[in-house]
């Protein structure tokens, strides 16, 4: 099993990184964005077979230490 | 007064801290490892600048883990002081400690430069020795001092008066153009509620000797020692 997670930066937190980006899309050309977001992406290899145990110890860790709550959102799935 | 200065693996204003505190406020410091599970004979915390564990997943995410903070957070809940220097900052956010996130800086830049800071209340133990107001100048070298907190928590800090220090212009003023990371309300360091634990992203460790360029940064260690002294004349009566 694989745990797939993506953690990005909350909707009020400032994104300067997003917002770099997006102006060097729209320089380039790329037009009709109206927002980009930068986030990390972790896998996270699981032995084991529990999706059930694997969710519960993924959403822990996402919580304790892969992102912060103050500033970021998370979400994973376990495939 | 016995200091004990943390060192992760990545740190790198430890021995300057060691420094300052030793050869010139004349107190007793040493280095604690990560690994230690106690403070030994402690009067307070330095949390030293640096990159800890690379910076990597989050700055301080990782060193919140190590087993000396789980000393630190037991030494912080009876009232022990704590300060946390840029990464140290980081560290004591990340471990809850304070309040708020540090986050990249809005420049996307490492800016590493003097700034101003403004005491905006000489009521902690960290500020006790500035006049009220004092504009400090003091070094910083970060890219991530961006501060964060969520409106209902930044009202609540206000309210407690947990803001310690802002950026200034020469003159006082709290502009954008003042603050060299884009921090919410041009918020340089920050306590806790309790006012033991404070942190702040500039370097007073490398503005506390004249020929360094200057010695405002002493003031936050005067004010430290100054707290401790008080603290120690009070139990001995």
Not at chain 1, 29 to 45: A, D, N, P
Not at chain 2, 2 to 13: I, K
Request: with cysteine.
């Amino acid at each position: 099993m694989k745990a797939k997670i993506v953690i990005t930066p909350k909707k009020a937190v400032l994104d300067p990184q997003g917002k770099t980006v997006q102006t060097a899309l729209e320089h380039m050309g790329f037009t009709g964005l109206s927002g980009v977001h930068v986030g990390k992406y972790l896998e996270i290899e699981l032995t084991g077979s529990d999706v059930e145990a694997a969710r519960k110890q993924i959403d822990e860790a996402c919580h304790k230490i892969l992102s912060n709550p103050v500033i970021e959102d998370y979400r994973f799935e376990i495939v | 007064m016995n200091f004990a200065v943390l060192q992760f693996p990545g740190s790198n204003c430890d021995q300057d801290c060691v420094h300052v505190l030793r050869n010139v406020m004349g107190h007793s410091a040493r280095l604690l490892w990560h690994k230690e599970n106690s403070l030994g004979d402690t009067d307070a915390v330095l949390v030293p600048g640096g990159f800890s564990y690379g910076d990597y997943l989050r700055t301080g995410a990782i060193a919140r883990f190590s087993p000396v903070m789980q000393a630190v957070q037991a030494f912080a809940a009876q009232g022990g002081p704590v300060l946390g220097i840029c990464n140290g900052f980081q560290i004591l956010c990340e471990a809850g400690l304070l309040p708020g996130a540090l986050i990249r800086n809005r420049s996307l830049q490492f800016r590493c430069e003097q700034v101003y800071l403004q005491t905006v209340t000489t009521a902690s133990p960290f500020t006790n020795r500035c006049r009220p107001g004092q504009i400090l100048r003091i070094p910083v070298a970060h890219g991530e001092g961006c501060f964060f907190a969520d409106a209902e928590t930044l009202a609540q800090m206000k309210a407690n008066d947990q803001v310690l220090w802002r950026y200034v212009t020469a003159q006082g003023e709290a502009t954008e153009m003042a603050s060299p990371n884009g921090s919410l309300e041009n918020i340089a360091g920050v306590c806790n509620a309790q006012r033991n634990v404070a942190g702040l992203m500039p370097h007073p460790e490398r503005a506390s000797e004249a020929i360094l360029g200057g010695a405002d940064g002493r003031l936050i260690f005067e004010s430290l020692i100054h707290s401790l002294e008080e603290k120690k004349s009070a139990r001995a009566a």
